[in-house]
């Protein structure tokens, strides 16, 4: 691992099939973790937190994961 730099890749997609399948495809090529943004139509906090406990389900618990918050592009503000 020395001389290596940790990459985390953004798998936002449209739906969680293609999520996961991003998720998988990334891991196995070597990411440390991945990415994903809320899609636009979230507005509330519970709708916040279920979608992300379904995101987790479908990449697998044991994918490193960040939430990318950039509200200016996404709309949802956390």
Known sequence: M???????VGVSAAGFAAMSGLSSKVMDAGAAGVMIAPPSTLKTDDQIVSYYADAVEAIGADVPWVIQDY???TNVVM
Do not use: H
Not at 2 to 8: C, F, L, M, S, T
């Open 2 to 8: 020395a001389g290596r730099v940790p990459i985390i």
């Open 71 to 73: 509200p200016l592009t």
